[in-house]
């Protein structure tokens, strides 16, 4: 009898000890990150101890020496909720598999790189890369700071990890990072691919102008000018901080758009939108240097001029627009 009675005790203990260590390695996990996977150790504490509790609620399981006694309904419907509310808990503290530690370490890079100690910051992120070289934050660090620098191949290679190791709400940003790497090492295809993946991912609507901004950008060197023309309609309209160089930007994809175009109405179209969208890139430049370097591209030197705009020029809607920039002379 008494050996039936261990074997029978054995399952509530085994359920309570197992429960409680994995409570135990779930809160060391999200200090120190043993594992990086505190919320999966959360989890697993959180059945085993739902097990027990409903071992303890369901009639006919004798213990010896003792009894373990069957649970009330409201006992047990108030342990199942101390229970649940102990889980969120640990799911709110455990959505972001960083550990404590190491956002502190986070933290402490992000100040540097913020009072341009750049070196310092990266010898921050690299002693972390060190510990937790899988952790999604850390990668995007590490991308960053070599951005920064422009080693875009060391970027790259920190940016392609972080996507693996992203977490799904996080993956978008990883993608868009990853794609303006690609557009820097001049694999336009590539980058277009990435941002469509990014925006596929789950893009914040507040991100939407910067990213049609990046994709417009990336359709101009694929000598994709339609596209171009599109995203950079798209940062035009939303106007802010892009606005006045996305009207000139559009300007230049539907210059090289209509050098491929044949004589005829709708080349002739195109070439009083592109004159449009100059005067208007023109007239909402506001900082003295960027009006500086707009002029210089429209009227300056052989050297100085956009060859972007080369198929506007000699049209006289163009030298219009150049007379009314500097006056009859020009």
Same mark, same amino acid.
């Given at each position: ?25 779930a809160l060391v996990d999200k200090l ?15 059945? @085993? ?22 649970? @009330? ?76 620098? @422009? ?42 691919g990435l941002y469509e993946r990014a ?75 592109a004159v449009e969208n100059l005067r ?51």
């Amino acid at each position: 009898m008494q050996a039936t009675g261990a074997r029978r005790l054995f399952t509530p203990l085994a359920l309570a000890v197992v429960g409680g260590a994995f409570a135990l390695l779930a809160l060391v996990d999200k200090l120190v990150g043993l594992v990086q996977h505190p919320l999966h150790l959360a989890t697993l504490a959180y059945a @085993s101890l739902t097990a027990l509790l409903a071992l303890a609620f369901f009639r006919g399981i004798p213990v010896e020496p003792a009894r373990l006694k069957r649970l @009330s309904v409201y006992a047990a419907f108030l342990l199942l909720n101390v229970l649940t509310a102990a889980y969120v808990l640990a799911w709110r503290l455990s959505a972001d598999p960083t550990p404590v530690l190491l956002s502190a370490e986070l933290r402490r890079g992000d100040r540097l790189l913020a009072e341009g100690q750049t070196d310092a910051a990266h010898l921050v992120y690299r002693a972390a890369y060190g510990r937790y070289p899988r952790s999604f934050p850390v990668l995007m660090r590490m991308g960053a700071i070599n951005y920064q620098v @422009s080693d875009f191949q060391r970027a790259q290679r920190y940016f392609s990890q972080a996507v693996e190791a992203a977490p799904a709400a996080s993956r978008w940003k990883a993608l868009n990072d990853l794609g303006q790497t690609y557009w820097k090492l001049k694999r336009p295809e590539e980058a277009l691919g990435l941002y469509e993946r990014a925006r596929e991912e789950g893009l914040p609507p507040d991100e939407l102008t910067e990213w049609h901004y990046r994709m417009a950008y990336a359709s101009f060197d694929a000598r994709d000018y339609d596209g171009a023309i599109t995203h950079f309609q798209e940062v035009a309209r939303a106007g802010g901080d892009y606005g006045a160089a996305s009207y000139y930007n559009l300007a230049c994809a539907q210059a090289q758009k209509l050098a491929r175009m044949p004589a005829g109405e709708e080349r002739r179209r195109l070439v009083q939108e592109a004159v449009e969208n100059l005067r208007r890139a023109w007239r909402s430049t506001k900082n003295p240097d960027d009006l500086a370097a707009l002029k210089d591209g429209l009227v300056g030197s052989e050297e100085d001029r956009d060859p972007e705009l080369q198929p506007l020029r000699g049209q006289p809607a163009f030298n219009t627009l150049l007379r009314e920039i500097t006056g009859p002379a020009a």
